[in-house]
């Protein structure tokens, strides 16, 4: 019997700090055993728990694309006892991480749609997944269009400015980057995220779907700009965050409702979430 | 004996009729013989569910802190002097809050009451200080004072130190000094029997915190076990991480504590937590003459010192 | 189905016999309560202690259990790779479980094998008991098993299930399952009872059931929605009394959230699963600080809207509670399920 507690051992390959303020720091993880890495086959939008013997683990969403292979990517926010001394570890210790956990973007309903990414701060990180993903060439061909607005309080607080630069640069993906506030050298929007989703986004339809990863805030006040541009609620697709544990749907700690979000989630269409008691 | 129930019935409905509370604390008839439940009276229909008797074993006090309306709480001796350590204490004004006090003559011991009975308990009724219980093999019955909980058969203060509406005549106090029997039976032992009489007494403990929860006095936004940052005790059930929740909680009650006994009445395991909250309110009593909650006018002991306090251990 | 007949004294052998090659595990006295146990050698099971204190999971979800080891040692090659710890899962005879704790293991068993996941440390131990039952011929006036499914003669998760079979000591034992006959072979049982055994345990259930006074319904809490119940206003008064201790949880025979913590012993560590409780203020803490459940009621809210709703919805194997009562008895401050199980139904 496969013992779902107990984590891959992986070592640390990189480490690299992902915003000015250094509260983020993204991670390259290795699998110790290469089967381990075929174990752990995933889909953009799922996460894994990281797992730090004699502290405890984290759930963190995958960062790094299915289509990148050798190794799996993490970009985390420092914040509690796990973080913390995560935050610390060097290239080359050893962790342990479980996984892949919970479902992904329904990529079997968005085959042939267009998609608009709404993502804020360091909610990005699978949504990054799902951008390389898609722009990855072997699947490009079964997406339509492609717009994401993504924004931070300042640039330096952009997780994947590289990347995100290289994308704007492309002309299968339309990106729209936005700041809080003017920036020196900024040369993109400027505004609060659903503002700018506003400004850019396409127009609903049947075959325009969204997917909105953020902070409450950003959800608050994006949700109804998406309402006004006519996007219909199961069009509307969400990641969740909830408190969790065992992260394999036992330990009865996330419910929202009669959905656990480590299991039946994180995601969620807005559909489904309205229907059930918003304990998140 | 005037009826409590009936007078606490119409004190309560009256107070919520015009507008003095918004609501009263006070118990309600139980599901099950022999208990009552808390309840929260908002109107003076709910007023009319109001009950009184010797099964009103928590201590209202626990339900006062944090509420930010005009509220009345039907107060038994202790319960009041837990009310006086809230308004000291700054969990509520005494503006805020009506006391409808109760002289009490004791509360019965759920065990005591479980031991008369011998079996199930169908049905148990309460008349002039008698405790009829009934079961499939019949009745039995016993004088209260036979089956009062131990705190109330030592009890010092049974009536209200705080009140506002004294419907009832003060009973009669029925001991004049402390009685820490039990206390001094431990005191007299070495530590090794020390260490093993606590190993067993809480060698049950499933650390389910009825204790913490009944107790008026622990109202910390973030009790000491549940802090993660660092965390200071484990949350299995090593006896280290036991001993340190049980004797840590009782420090935190020391010079606070009027030995209401919920605690003991709460606990699911019949642990006897209130030998370890006695030490520490024997103590308080016999260095600094203190004894909590009895005016709103002085700090607890422990919140405060004089150039008069005992300080043998620097002499 | 198989009906023994076991008298006193083959009882008494039988017992002590299958102590050859299974581990006997029974109602032990332990100071006020009685809580199932690891018998020693030559101990008998306490018949009379079926009523435990605390329900049996504890058999295959124990309070506090080491899941995982390591070491945190950096000259050791194996530092910080994680291990299942190895345990033995000796075959086990649990003798004397009431039929509804029986059955709520099964509950709760759908939960730590749940079709994507399965969780070995339940399932090892689940599968290594044979469960030798006790029907109930006197149920208590808090219970209410009949209404959840199950009842005092139940058959639901038992191997062998006992009846009381009028002379003192001596048992009807139906055989349930082949584990149950291979643990009654083991014991000696062979005698068969009587053509009138059948109609007797029958006789004998009916009046057991016949007993029962206490009653829930939960047909109209089915038909409605989630967020119709969960946003019902009545939560905060009904909430009023609960402390939020968490009794009614580590009680409750169907309850399974757990923990998971990390304690480090100079450089070795462990990774443990312990009971936790909806109740507790820190289940649904978030690292930022934002708790979904900060006030009480919503916690109280959360146990019953699981019980009651949430698993229905999601199982279609009733509610989530076996009638057992312990809750209601042990409740410090009287929240009864029963009660709120009719507000939720009205």
């Known amino acids: ?280 | 004996m005037i009826d409590y129930t009936e007078n606490i019935r119409k004190i309560s409905g009256d107070l919520l009729k015009n507008g003095k509370v918004d609501v009263v604390i006070g118990y309600k008839r139980g599901t099950l013989p022999g208990i009552n439940e808390p309840f929260l009276a908002k109107t003076p229909e709910d007023a009319e569910k109001l009950v009184w008797d010797s099964q009103c074993r928590l201590n209202l006090a626990n339900y006062l802190t944090g509420r930010k309306e005009n509220v009345a709480i039907i107060a038994k001796g202790c319960d009041s002097r837990n009310v006086v350590t809230h308004i000291v204490e700054r969990r509520v004004t005494r503006d805020q809050v009506t006391v409808i006090g109760v002289p009490c003559t004791g509360m019965t011991d759920k065990n005591k009451v479980k031991q008369l009975a011998g079996g199930e308990i169908l049905e148990l009724t309460e008349k002039n200080g008698k405790i009829t219980v009934k079961t499939r093999k019949g009745e039995r019955s016993a004088d209260k004072s036979e089956l009062l909980q131990s705190n109330c058969a030592n009890c010092l203060h049974r009536n209200p130190v705080i009140n506002d509406i004294p419907f009832a005549d003060p009973v009669p106090e029925i001991n004049t000094a402390r009685n820490d029997d039990e206390i001094k039976k431990i005191e007299a032992m070495n530590p090794a029997e020390r260490w093993a009489f606590f190993d067993d007494l809480l060698s049950t403990c499933t650390r389910c915190y009825a204790c913490k929860n009944a107790c008026p006095l622990c109202y910390c936004p973030t009790c000491f076990v549940d802090e993660s940052q660092p965390q200071w005790v484990g949350k299995g059930d090593d006896p280290v991480d036991v001993r340190t929740y049980h004797t840590l909680r009782a420090f935190h009650c020391a010079g606070r504590c009027t030995d209401c006994g919920a605690c003991e009445a709460a606990c699911p395991m019949n642990i006897k937590v209130r030998l370890l909250t006695g030490k520490l309110e024997k103590s308080c009593y016999e260095r600094f003459g203190w004894e909590a909650g009895l005016t709103t006018d002085v700090r607890p002991a422990l919140d405060t010192f004089t150039t008069h306090d005992p300080e043998e251990f620097i002499k | ?346």
């Open chain 1, 1 to 280: 019997m496969e013992n779902p507690y107990v984590p891959y051992p992986v070592r640390i390959d990189d480490i690299s700090i992902a915003t000015e303020d250094k509260s983020l720091k993204t991670f390259r993880f290795v699998f110790k055993s290469p089967e381990d890495e075929t174990k752990f086959s995933y889909k953009a939008g799922q996460f894994a728990e990281l797992s730090i013997p004699g502290l405890g683990e984290i759930p963190i969403g995958i960062a790094s694309s299915p289509t990148e292979k050798g190794f799996v990517m993490f970009t985390v926010f420092k914040t509690g006892k796990v973080t913390q001394y995560l935050h610390s570890m060097k290239v080359g210790e050893t962790m342990g991480i479980r996984g892949p956990l919970g479902n992904w973007y329904p990529w079997d309903t968005l085959k042939g749609k267009n998609i608009l990414i709404i993502g804020g701060g360091f909610a990005f990180t699978t949504l990054r997944s799902s951008i390389k993903m898609m722009l990855d060439p072997a699947n490009r061909a079964n997406f339509g269009q492609i717009d994401v607005v993504y924004g931070a309080r300042t640039p330096g607080m952009l997780l994947y400015k590289d990347e995100l630069v290289e994308w704007e640069k492309r002309d299968d993906i339309r990106m729209h980057l936005t700041v809080d506030t003017e920036a020196p050298n900024w040369n993109y929007h400027v505004g609060f995220t659903p503002t700018i989703t506003e400004k850019v986004a396409p127009q609903a339809s049947d075959d325009t779907y969204a997917i909105v990863c953020g902070p409450p805030i950003m959800i608050k006040f994006t949700l109804p700009v998406l309402e006004k541009l006519g996007y219909k609620n199961d069009h509307i697709i969400m990641s969740l965050e909830n408190r969790m544990k065992c992260g394999i749907g036992m330990c009865g700690r996330c419910n929202i409702g009669r959905e656990l979000v480590c299991k039946d989630g994180p995601v969620f269409t807005l559909d489904q979430i309205n229907t059930t008691p918003k304990e998140y």
């Open chain 3, 1 to 346: 189905m198989k009906i023994l007949h076991i008298d006193r004294a083959s009882w008494d052998k039988g017992v002590l016999a299958s102590a050859e090659t299974y581990q006997l595990t029974g109602p032990v006295k332990e100071k006020d309560f009685y809580e199932f146990k690891d018998l020693k050698k030559g101990e008998m099971p306490d018949m009379s202690g079926s009523d435990t204190r605390l329900s049996p999971k504890a058999l295959v979800f124990p309070k506090s259990e080491v899941m995982i080891t390591f070491s945190t040692d950096p000259n050791d090659p194996e530092c910080n790779i994680m291990k299942e710890t190895k345990k033995e899962y000796p075959k086990r005879a649990v003798i004397g479980i009431r039929p509804y704790d029986a059955r709520a293991l099964q509950l709760l068993k759908l939960n730590f094998d749940n079709g994507d996941y399965q969780d070995p440390y339940f399932l090892k131990a689940y599968d290594a008991i044979t469960f030798v039952g006790l029907a109930v011929n006197q149920p208590s006036a808090t219970d209410f098993s009949t209404s959840c499914g199950t009842g005092p003669f139940d058959e639901k998760g038992l191997d062998v299930l006992l009846v009381d079979a009028g002379e003192e000591g001596d048992y009807f034992a139906k055989i349930i399952t082949p584990k149950g006959e291979a643990w009654a072979k083991a014991a000696g049982f062979t005698k068969e009872a009587g053509s009138d055994a059948a109609t007797r345990i029958e006789g004998m259930k009916k009046a057991a059931e016949d007993q029962i006074v206490s009653t829930v319904a939960f047909d109209k809490i089915a038909k409605k929605t989630i967020l119709e119940l969960f946003e019902a206003d009545h939560w905060e008064s009904t909430a009023f009394a609960c402390i939020n201790c968490g009794t009614c949880t580590y009680a409750c025979p169907t309850c399974w959230c757990f923990d998971i913590q990390d304690e480090n012993f100079g450089t070795k560590g462990v990774r443990i699963k312990n009971w936790d409780s909806c109740m507790t203020g820190l289940f649904t803490m978030h690292g930022s600080g934002h708790n979904p459940r900060q006030y009480p009621y919503q916690r109280t809210r959360q146990r019953f809207m699981h019980k009651l709703k949430y698993f229905t919805d999601k199982y279609d194997q009733g509610i989530m509670c076996v009638g057992c009562g312990r809750c209601v008895r042990q409740c410090p401050a009287n929240i009864d399920i029963r009660e709120i199980c009719k507000t939720m139904n009205k």
